[in-house]
């Protein structure tokens, strides 16, 4: 049994990453840490988790994380960072659900995130989590960056035509919809029930985190600069993302649903559905999936790409098992395997 | 491994039992029938299961059915009833999640679902699948009915105070809240998004199909006549069941907490909460677990008990294969031991 | 046209109050003062007031105050009490749409809101303003207490019931159902969307602060002691309550609906519906009305009464103008006559 | 008075057009038809009406309908072009909610809706409703065809920029969201509350009737041929659209923002918040004002539009009342000016 510590875990992240390690076959939590709730039993704040979880949040504690094998960061931004160094040093390895290690450019992180980087030399061997583009490397990682929400599905719905070199990387535009659970367990107005219910709004039209996050790794897979314009929406519900991805094809003559297809056959969690589908959000809640649709309408040379995960668990906790899966050798899908809960 | 048919299965229940025996460890889906959809695939039909179930929709086949161990109607009322002396004779196991079967008195049935019973002489056989009340009949029985949504969360809730004869049953309120999924995968106005979302109302109040079916299992368990009021409502959520429920205590001096402790102890689906809690319907959202609350306010005689279910888990499918695992010995909790989805 | 002042109005009452007062015939706003928004301007808080409201917020300055003819209160509890004073001398009346006055007796006050009372001595001047009772009283009244939202629904259902005295006044049950603006406008994690979305629960069954409140006026109006359980539960809807009301008959031949219809024929805000009808909360969407239906299921001694209200119209805001309407001699119905929003 | 009649009026459009035609100063409701209601109280079907609407729907009578001064016709497609030469001939102006007369090329028509068309040479004559394009040749219309709600809201976002040719209209992206009332009030499986409360998905990708209505209007406008991809998704919500507008500025120097400013600066229901502003449906629920802000990300070359409005109000019924108002020479805001309602 892999002995896994986790640090924050008083978000929805925390309790999906609870909950998915709750029946894991082969992963046995050792010790949740929380400042705030040190002392008070998981079930009595998650009570999904009563019969599953005896653990109560205990103050961080060097010595208890650093007796685990993983340890999973699911802390706000900037807290994963202060303690990877002794964690690595350790031999734990390291899987920050938060953006300390998705930019490797310190400058770019400390501009997007307003605060200096604590270690800026760890950013190298940092591992960025998605295991559709970095299974290999991910494969014995210390280091993990798990991708952000929106990136996660955004990624996966340009991949195939970006590296095919099928469309123009300069006029990339990503509408996302996001369900609130987005914004995290944090007392705010702008999140409130009575704020987003029966409301639609685009937010963060001028500049969103996950947009450097977005073109860093469209780059590399590019090998071009990529002109991307994203704009994020919350839409009223709890979990899932609804990435509509638009881009313009130079090669008009390529068969997109074949591109598609032939790239994610082999991916357990990458679903392309038929040609002509619309994937709605539902059918991926509470699983790792992410499924996929590809048009042409009117045959035109626009490309509209569907992409729905759930960003709860593709998106943050689900994705950040499958790399503590691969980075193991386990079975990538141990964990994971239930299907969607509809409706 | 258990053999399984499902007749019926386009609904709500369906899909929902579909999601629970495609990960159930012992049993096997062979065949699953719907006149309506006879040739689709079910994964088209609900994209939740793509990967998990490949079976479409057949035919309904006596041949098929009969090569079952067990057979799960998931139809609207009046349906198992048509096929039940055949799968008997048969030798398979019937488990209807319908009506058909839960009234023991067929004038009283015919009443409330306004047909005629095809096969009055089997009502005598049935047993009430509510395995907390009925568990050692329950094993090796061969047709099992299996209880109602509002039923099965209300009953949990005034079971321990009646058994012990606590409460004047005469005088029983139950106002119970229920998600829409409730309703029916049918289409029909009343259940639309833009006539339920951010709405609420009680319905039924001059008489619910539910009420004969708690009345008949509350006196079974009273051994006195039930006086109940029982009004349901509709919630603008897709799942739960939350049942508030009032009574008055004949002696004043009982322990309500520690009854309902001790009733529910080793029940492995049956969770009662700390006293002062409230539970909510999320968290038992896609579990079989019911959860209970019980208060009296101002120490008063009045009891308040609260009591929550996921309708479409341990109001039907869940409840289902709950009595699947009973009937054919196997390990009660086997398939349905995931933690509840929350948020 | 009367003078308007408000206190507070960052809140959920204070936006809707500014809603009917925008095209109130025959009020205009003055001044409105927050200490935390001062210097905003209100459309840039609530958009949805672009082009109607040009004011901005003020530091609260007793001599504007004093300027107006009518000052609400639309604070959290325990403001208006520090202000009623110096504005009663200044010849203003003052609408308190909280709770500092609703409770004659100070101590009780004391108890459920924990606090000291400012201005005790004011309590037995100020007019419990629920205008189906206190009509007259309204007439010309300076300190007017503006009911809770919870008491407006179940009064008016038990009002004509006990006034007649054909229940029991010793055995009334009021379960009722809230949407989640009641909660107000408050960073809070416990009224995210992501908590109170797709779920249900009860809350503050051990006692809540309506509680003593419904209890005084019942007393008033039944002339006997009331025995009074009240469940309040959260519904995932942003506006609306729905009040189930049960109660026990002693004159079994009464015809309840008479009685309904009888009492509540000249009112124009309260709306009794056909016997066998179930209002829903959204007939009464962003509208003054109260809509009520009266049951017996079975035909037996246990009366349903269904009662709705949308929580920041009659439950707040509404019912605050109706009571300046009353209270300055104009048109009841003044600024209040817009039919319901459905969907 | 302006004697109006309306042909259907079951539907959400229908009891949108009754909320606002209730409280029009100078309308008059004289019938209304409907052959599956006729009959039945209009305040029996839609609660929130009663008080306001006495009138019973009635079987289509083309006399009393030749009575009025003006009919709307909020029926499905395909009803109002049955009765629009007779009406005509009376001498009654036709105002069609539906999209019978939107298209001025009857093949184009035919085409996406279906059916052949009953009067094609009063195509010509119909003019299409946008009172921000064609206010003067609404003035004294006989015969006006009320835009899609789609279509409103997504022309209003992209006129500026087309009538300043700043734009290259060949590259137009919609991506649009709206609210489940969109899809009408009839009994279908894919917008009951459990298909679509909390889940997100795109529709009709290939092709929406939308497409060609809002093709030629831009055309129109642009001068030039229109290549526009538009992607419909739903949302669970009520009411509302949120249409995120794409396109490529062709003038990198032009202030966008002051374009949209000056443009709309006399229009009574668009309004152009702030630069860097984000626009939420509520803001403009159950009111007829259409709300947006312009972005250039990055300072880029894409331009960003937000556009949202009431899809039953500005997107339907309020426009018509608006066009109304301007066909008789009215004051254009008659009835139309209530704040939204927030929250």
Redesign the interface.
């Known amino acids: 049994m892999i002995k896994v510590g986790i640090i924050g875990g008083t978000g929805?992240t925390g309790?999906e990453l609870l909950?998915l390690l709750?029946?894991h076959p082969q992963a046995e939590l050792k010790v949740i840490t929380s400042r705030a709730e040190a002392g008070s039993k998981i079930a009595d704040l998650?009570?999904?988790?009563?019969?599953?979880v005896e653990l109560a949040f205990s103050e961080p504690d060097p010595k208890l994380l650093a007796g685990c094998d993983v340890v999973f960061s699911a802390t706000p931004n900037g807290v994963a960072m202060t303690h990877a160094r002794k964690l690595l040093e350790a031999g734990v390895r390291l899987i920050d659900i938060a953006a300390d290690f998705r930019l490797s450019d310190p400058k770019l992180w400390e501009k997007w995130y307003r605060m200096p980087h604590a270690c800026p030399d760890l950013l190298s061997e940092a591992v960025y989590g998605l295991p559709e583009i970095n299974r290999k490397r991910i494969r014995g990682a210390r280091l993990i960056a798990n991708p952000g929400c929106y990136p996660t599905a955004i990624q996966l719905g340009f991949l195939p035509l970006l590296e095919q070199g099928l469309i123009d990387p300069g006029q990339l535009?990503a509408?996302a919809?996001s369900?609130?659970?987005g914004?995290g367990?944090?007392?705010?107005?702008h999140?409130?029930?009575?704020?987003?219910?029966?409301?639609?709004?685009?937010?963060a039209?001028?500049?969103h985190r996950h947009w450097p996050e977005i073109c860093q790794e469209l780059e590399c897979v590019s090998g071009r600069p990529v002109?991307l314009?994203?704009?994020p929406?919350l839409?009223?519900?709890?979990?899932?993302i609804?990435a509509?991805l638009?881009c313009r094809l130079t090669d008009r003559g390529a068969d997109v649903q074949a591109v598609f297809e032939e790239r994610y056959r082999a991916e357990p969690f990458v679903?392309v559905?038929a040609a002509?589908s619309?994937?709605?959000?539902?059918?991926?809640?509470?699983?790792n999936?992410c499924?996929i649709a590809v048009?042409r309408?009117?045959g035109?040379d626009?490309v509209?790409v569907?992409s729905?995960i759930d960003n709860l668990v593709k998106g943050a906790a689900g994705q950040a098992v499958q790399n503590m899966n691969i980075a193991f050798g386990l079975e990538e899908t141990a964990g994971l395997?239930?299907?969607?809960?509809?409706?």
Chains 1, 2, 3, 4 share one sequence.
């Open positions: 929805y309790v909950r709750a029946v998650f009570p999904n988790l009563r019969g599953f535009i509408d919809k369900g609130v659970s914004a367990r944090k007392a705010e107005v999140t409130l029930f009575a704020e987003v219910s029966d409301n639609f709004k685009a937010y039209v001028g500049g002109g314009t994203f704009v929406h839409t009223p519900m709890v979990r899932g609804h509509t638009y679903d559905l002509g619309h994937p709605d959000t539902r059918s991926v809640r509470a699983s999936v499924r048009h309408p009117q035109g626009t509209v569907l729905v395997n239930a299907p969607a809960v509809l409706p």
